[in-house]
């Protein structure tokens, strides 16, 4: 079993940085599938990156070039380096782990076969 608890989220202007943590229970990445998601109210709940369990990773085209995801396997950290937010990127913003490989996913996909959720932490840009 796996517990994740995600943190860092606030409210920006456009253009501005937030860092996203998700606490994880279980490390290191190679023995899981780790996946950040966002849903905004009223929409489908999409992924946003992978960082699968062999270390590759994916982000949405929304978001590449303006998002990266990374790694301290030391505390058991998970992040997501938010830049140059848009009004569009506001959602809460959940992270979720699966064992095994996510290669099989689409990185924008709803997340349905991940096992593992946290409980969110709200991003709103405006």
């Known amino acids: 079993h796996v517990q994740l608890v995600e943190s860092g989220g606030g409210s920006v202007q456009p253009g501005r940085s937030l860092r996203l943590s998700c606490a994880v229970s279980a490390y290191p990445v190679n023995s899981y599938c780790m996946r950040w998601f966002r849903q905004a109210p009223g929409k489908e709940r999409e992924g946003v990156v992978i960082?699968?369990?062999?270390?590759?990773?994916r982000y949405t085209e929304s978001v590449k070039g303006r998002f990266t995801i990374s790694q301290d396997n030391a505390k058991k950290t998970l992040y997501l380096q938010t830049n140059s937010l848009k009004p569009e990127d506001t959602a809460m913003y959940y992270c979720?782990?699966?064992?095994?490989?996510?290669?099989?996913?689409?990185?924008?996909?709803?997340?349905?076969?991940?096992?593992?959720w946290g409980k969110g932490t709200q991003v709103t840009v405006s």
């Open positions: 979720a782990a699966d064992r095994g490989t996510c290669s099989a996913y689409d990185v924008q996909g709803h997340g349905a076969g991940m096992d593992y």
């Open positions: 960082i699968d369990s062999d270390g590759t990773t």
